[in-house]
């Protein structure tokens, strides 16, 4: 059976040859709901992977596949399946929101526009249902103005409108970036909640290991557009085997969510050249880690690192990044 997504060796270059992401493969089954976060610093690719996830860019290399069609020439219905199917969730949720509308506004339209309830007793009824299935009380919240509630409860309608549609995936880009600290538990519990509860897959897209490790159940680590280290979460960070992840790991307490990752050095190489990316700042570099760039080596059946470090271990098979990630 086709999966529900599937990156096939993907790349994306952007005008003025800015190699953002680079030959990426990953496969979403809707029968097997997985909750992945996908960690990087800024530039590292992340938010274009789940802009090409969403179909909102184009590949420049490779295609992004929705039940089997290239997502590129879906039209119509199909089109209108895949838009209810795979969900987003942003970082700053007070854009979406139009300040002269009451909240509502955001939540009657896709019941309008997809047609999901056959009366407005009915749409209301769902609207309801998915905004307590988020911990927030329609009471407080139905009649409000964008500015009469908090970043944290314009974000948790965010997610209960993108529940309406009753997706398979939902792809949150940095969703609790731009919330208070204390906020961020409650955003991140209800996606975990809803992953569990109504097996929906999440992608959650971030720069911040700490919530990464707390929420999901692999990891996709993106260091300047190629995946640096890949598998369970709980592997990943309690035993990783990129030197670039160690050196992260090895800089952020993971019990704080404050904490930005390391800064990034300017980079002697560019992503789309020879050679390992990370060999400017590797401690552990050798002379061919220049030449050559690594594959991706499956260390154990849920973890696989690309690095020379690990080349005796059998190099992944071309698109079975998904498998590693249980
Ligand atoms: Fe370091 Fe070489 Fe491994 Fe790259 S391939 S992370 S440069 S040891």
Redo the contacts with the bound molecule.
């Keep these: 059976m086709s999966a529900l997504i599937e990156l096939r060796t993907v790349g994306k270059t952007f005008s003025g040859g800015k190699v953002a992401l680079e030959d990426v493969s990953l496969a979403l089954q809707e029968d097997q709901p997985r909750f992945i976060a996908v960690v990087g610093e800024s530039g590292s690719g992340k938010t274009t992977l789940a802009r090409l996830l969403l179909g909102m860019i184009e590949p420049t290399t490779g295609t992004v596949r929705y039940r089997g069609e290239d997502l590129a020439g879906l039209s119509g219905a199909r089109r209108n399946a895949f838009r209810r199917e795979v969900q987003a969730v942003f970082q700053d949720p007070y854009e979406v929101y139009n300040p002269f509308y009451r909240v509502d506004h955001v939540l009657t339209t896709p019941v309008r526009k997809f047609r999901l309830a056959a009366t407005r007793t009915e749409g209301r009824g769902l609207i309801e249902a998915a905004l307590r299935s988020v911990g927030l009380r329609p009471e407080e919240i139905l009649g409000r103005y964008p500015h009469q509630l908090s970043g944290g409860q314009r974000q948790r309608i965010m997610v209960a409108r993108a529940l309406l549609l009753r997706p398979r995936l939902i792809v949150a880009d940095e969703p609790v970036s731009m919330v208070d600290a204390s906020l961020r538990a409650t955003i991140l519990s209800s996606l975990r909640r809803l992953h569990e509860e109504m097996r929906i897959s999440i992608l959650y897209i971030t720069h911040d290991l700490a919530t990464a490790y707390q929420v999901a159940d692999s990891i996709i680590v993106l260091y300047r557009a190629a995946v640096a280290e890949a598998g369970h979460v709980e592997r990943v960070v309690k035993a990783p085997l ?3 992840t160690q050196l992260l790991i090895g800089s952020i307490p993971l019990v704080s969510t404050e904490r930005s990752w390391v800064e990034d050095k300017p980079a002697a190489g560019r992503p789309g050249g020879a050679g ?1 990316h ?2 400017d700042r ?1 401690p ?3 002379d061919h ?1 220049l030449s050559a760039a ?1 594959s991706l080596f499956q260390v154990a059946p849920d973890h696989a690192a690309a ?3 690990r080349a005796d271990a059998p190099a992944l098979a071309e698109g079975a990044l998904s498998s590693v990630l249980g």
Excluded: E, Q, V
Aim: hydrophobic letters at 40%; glycine letters at 0%; charged letters at 0%.
């Design positions: 990129h030197p670039y390992c990370f060999a590797c552990s570099a050798m880690c690594p690095c020379f470090l």
